[in-house]
């Protein structure tokens, strides 16, 4: 069996990022940066006050105390947005917060060291040179870079870069991945199922995991047990990755490993559960990753092969076995459960009223308990060669809820 970190690997191998495209600062929000954005301009872009008060030139009131005021002819004011004054020596000029200093000033007294005085102030404290200051850029100065390549757009950093006057972003471009579920078993959510027939719920599953990172999804018509049907619907795809479910194993009617295998596609057997068989590879150029059947083998499988995948085409790192590039956590485990011999093992689990861990069905890590996912917060990975997960170990987790 190839080990889980090989086979993510190669994956990886399969996609590089792609190009970016121009976005304006609203419709960014959430995309990765193509490449460096720098300040257009300084931030602050001039010397402004940090406090309601007044500017002065601290020279001129050293020494001021409640006890011996300096009092000081108020000369003018100036609130955020207008021009600057000036301020001559042995003058106060009064001043709002982010108001431009006036020119001979270089220090604000606070309103509250002072006795409010609208034509002349009573200065009850000193203040040192650039006290209560904002100097002009120093925050950031024209050509810094303010968001690096390779960083998500948060609201925090187009926030940033409005500030200082970067009006559209180069964005990588959001993959587009096609979801192709198998199997002549399947029929919609919501119709009558008949002897022997499931509702498609890996196609629902595949859609919300893709959005949920950052992906278009484009799902397909399902195809069944044909390999010359599921060719004819790949040749139709025009997507970044294509990613299907079922036909991977070693059945008769394993229709994608049938269909796909000439084609370059590779299928494997990886040291991981559940989410043993697995195919990778591309079709016609499209990297494609072939999955299970098993909803709860398709989650898992998504965690560990397609989101890092996914990853790399937004440009926001080479990932890891992470959900979504979230950071992973531990939690101490309530009741235990056996691990299979020889994988790695990935168990749904869900958190319990005293902060530990258990399983979220009670079936374990059954491929198939998808219902049980409706509890699960986070997938426990256990590594391999572990027996048993007994109860009081620490276990990391990849949390996508809660």
């Excluded at 991977?248 to 299928?267: M, T």
Aim: charged share 20%.
């Amino acid at each position: 069996m190839r080990e889980l970190e090989a086979h993510v690997a190669r994956a990886l191998a399969l996609v590089a990022p792609l190009p970016g495209e121009a976005h304006s600062l609203a419709s960014a929000l959430g995309l990765t940066a193509a490449r460096d954005h720098v300040a257009r301009h300084a931030s602050p872009p001039f010397d402004n006050s940090a406090m309601d008060g007044y500017a002065v030139r601290a020279s001129d009131v050293q020494g001021a105390t409640h006890a011996s005021p300096v009092v000081l002819p108020v000369a003018g004011e100036t609130a955020a947005g207008a021009p600057p004054g000036v301020v001559r020596a042995g003058h106060a000029w009064r001043i709002m917060t982010g108001a431009p200093m006036p020119d001979g000033a270089d220090a604000v007294v606070p309103v509250e060291s002072t006795d409010g005085g609208l034509t002349e102030a009573a200065v009850t404290a000193s203040v040192d040179e650039g006290r209560h200051v904002r100097r002009a850029g120093e925050d950031a100065r024209p050509g810094d870079v303010i968001v690096h390549a390779g960083r998500r757009f948060t609201a925090a950093r187009l926030g940033a870069l409005a500030a200082v006057g970067v009006e559209t972003v180069d964005a990588v471009r959001t993959p587009r991945v096609a979801v192709i579920a198998t199997g002549d078993e399947l029929v919609d959510v919501g119709d009558d199922l008949a002897s022997g027939q499931i509702h498609d719920s890996n196609s629902v599953l595949l859609a919300g995991l893709l959005r949920e990172a950052g992906a278009k999804p484009i799902v397909m018509a399902r195809v069944g047990d044909r390999p010359a049907e599921l060719l004819a619907r790949m040749t139709a795809v025009d997507a970044d990755l294509v990613v299907t479910t079922g036909g991977v194993s070693v059945g008769a009617f394993d229709v994608v490993k049938e269909a796909l295998a000439a084609r370059g596609v590779e299928f494997v057997r990886v040291a991981m559960q559940p989410g043993k068989p697995q195919g990778l590879g591309t079709v016609d150029g499209t990297p494609t990753v072939c999955l299970p059947g098993n909803p709860v083998s398709v989650l898992v499988s998504f965690a560990a092969i397609v989101a890092p995948m996914l990853r790399r085409l937004r440009g926001d790192g080479d990932g890891g076995l992470d959900w979504g590039g979230r950071a992973t956590e531990t939690a101490v485990v309530g009741d235990g459960w056996a691990v299979p011999p020889g994988r790695r093992q990935f168990m749904p689990v869900r958190f319990t009223d005293v902060g530990t861990v258990v399983p979220a069905t009670l079936g374990g890590s059954g491929s198939h308990l998808i219902a049980g996912l409706a509890a699960a917060e986070a997938l426990a990975d256990v590594p391999a060669g572990t027996e048993r997960v007994a109860p009081g170990d620490t276990v990391s987790l990849m949390r996508w809820s809660g």
